[in-house]
């Protein structure tokens, strides 16, 4: 895990931030308890139906009424419309359109075209939705990740013709129209999830020793709006790490002892970002778990800060965290048998009887998402 955490504060994207105010979350541990009523708005459950049983989710990414969930193992995509499984991909192999894993992958609600990156063979593979009927595949080179930026163009991190960065392609045919930005070292390698969450918003959140918020730009050419910049302080990656190179033995090797020394409180920031006019609000955990109960919630508006953890649900063994961002808020995918998710022996709340009413009556205990903006 040291090494992992290592790999991926070393391929983060160090910027100069002199020019404006970088934050620090001195106190990551400083957070509030808070009731997920008290919080959330317009909460909404919904039943995911399948006449099959839904594999693990490893991943979920919400388009309006439209949900797709990638499951744990990375072969099998699921497609709901309304909560209701109306299709599935899972074309495992080495064929015309067909696939070793789901690296990544986008959906373009316009077009009706679903992206799908392999890295077994730096492609992106392009499916009908819902017919899941294979249309082309293009190839990036050394590509990590990607994200739709419009209708007719895709980002993605990759490394051309020997630099890393973020890049502009034509999304039907893979040409590269431009670059973004440049990212130093193996952040193509390790840093390989894009936090977008709807192109028309455009927001891209990295994580790394100085974490970044920006906007990226409709017009290729133009320049990125940086929004928010932030570090953890001591318990985070300290400044004097900044020049630390994977090809720098001496300096990896002290950078590797700080992370394993201070596991406990070492935090990484940017999880289901959003931000908009009014405010910029993100989740951070620490580095040495994937726990979902152990992620805080950050947000401000610039003069106000407010920082949470979990949101509490009465009855519930664990605290309500997102799995994705939507339009208005995020989803939270709840798996498992209402023995599994809740404490029978606690006082319920009317929402929390709810969820548990939904989550009874689920055949073979698909899964269930509750929508949720946040006030």
């Known amino acids: 895990m040291a090494a992992f955490c290592v790999f991926l504060y070393v391929g983060c994207k160090k910027i100069t931030v002199s020019e404006m105010d970088r934050i620090s979350i001195t106190d990551p541990a400083s957070f509030v308890d808070v009731a997920f009523e008290d919080v959330a708005t317009d909460i909404r459950v919904v039943p995911l139906i399948s006449e099959e049983p839904i594999d693990q989710c490893g991943e979920i990414k919400c388009y309006g009424k439209e949900t797709f ?36 992958f986008v959906f373009s609600p316009n077009r009706k075209i679903l992206y799908l990156f392999s890295s077994g063979d730096n492609s992106i593979f392009q499916f009908s939705v819902p017919e899941m009927r294979f249309l ?4 990036v080179e050394q590509m990590t990740c990607f994200a739709e930026h419009d209708d007719s163009t895709l980002i993605v991190r990759s490394n051309i013709n020997g630099e890393n960065g973020i890049y ?9 129209m431009g670059k973004l930005k440049d990212i130093s070292g193996f952040s193509l390698s390790f840093n390989e999830k894009m936090d977008f969450y709807q192109p028309k918003h455009r927001i891209l959140s990295e994580i790394g020793s100085t974490n970044i918020i920006s906007e ?51 935090y990484v920031g940017g999880f289901c970002c959003k931000a908009d006019k009014n405010a910029i609000s993100f989740w951070y955990r620490r580095i040495n778990t994937e726990n979902k109960a152990d992620m805080r919630f950050y947000w401000t508006d610039g003069k106000n800060t407010k920082r949470y953890g979990g949101f509490r ?6 605290p309500i965290v997102p799995d994705c961002v939507t339009d208005d ?29 939904v989550v009874s009556t689920q055949k073979m205990n698909n899964p269930v998402l509750i929508y949720y903006p946040i006030k």
């Not at 502009?168 to 590269?176: H, K, S, T, Y």
């Not at 048998?337 to 319920?348: M, R």
């Open 69 to 104: 969930i990638r499951s744990v193992d990375r072969r099998t995509l699921y497609y709901f419309n309304e909560g209701q499984m109306i299709s599935k991909l899972n074309r495992v192999g080495r064929g015309p359109g067909e696939y070793l894993t789901i690296s990544n």
């Open 136 to 139: 082309k595949s293009i190839k």
């Open 168 to 176: 502009f392609i034509n999304a039907n045919n893979g040409e590269i």
């Open 216 to 266: 990226i730009p409709r017009k290729v050419g133009d320049e990125e709006r940086l929004l928010f910049v932030y570090d953890f302080g001591q318990s985070g990656i300290p400044k004097e790490y900044d020049d630390c190179s994977l090809y720098n033995i001496t300096s990896l090797m002290r950078l590797m002892q700080y992370v394993r020394q201070n596991s406990d409180n070492v």
């Open 313 to 318: 649900l009465s009855a519930m063994r664990n």
């Open 329 to 357: 808020g995020y989803a939270s995918i709840l798996e498992g048998s209402p023995e599994f998710l809740f404490d029978s022996q606690q006082s319920f709340s009317s929402i929390s009887a709810e969820i548990k009413q």
